[in-house]
């Protein structure tokens, strides 16, 4: 039974691996694709509506039309995704949100987490 167990795990790690090594070998073309998914995904949200991301095609669009953001201008965003609306910064609604430590202003922050972050991320 072990050597069933450890031959998954060495076939998992290995999968993993050839992950690990095509995003060190191709970081800008894994970075477009990244993008293009994301705003593919976030495309018809309020926020994505209001900075355009149907028309984004590329990042030095991405970085035109979607201004830098601090933690207080998303605020309102994040409170109103607490409460449960949908369709806000992300698609559907966000039911996890992560608590940071104070950083700025000696305040938590938090952070919405999705099902799409668990399962690429983790």
């Known amino acids: ?16 691996y050839k992950g690990i090594r095509h995003f060190m070998q191709h970081p800008h073309e894994v970075q477009r694709s990244l993008l293009k998914n994301l705003l593919e995904a976030t495309k018809h949200t309020e926020w994505g509506k209001a900075h355009g991301y149907r028309s984004i095609r590329t990042p030095e669009q991405f970085a035109g039309q979607v201004p830098v953001q601090d933690y207080e201008s998303l605020k309102p965003y994040i409170h109103r995704m607490m409460h449960g609306e949908k369709d806000v910064l992300w698609s559907g609604q966000v039911r996890w949100f992560s608590k940071s430590s104070g950083t700025t202003s000696d305040r938590s922050k938090f952070i919405p987490v999705t099902s799409q972050n668990l399962k690429k991320c983790h």
């Not at 167990?5 to 060495?10: D, G, P």
């Open 1 to 16: 039974m072990r050597k069933w167990i450890n031959k998954a795990f060495k076939w998992y790690y290995r999968q993993r």
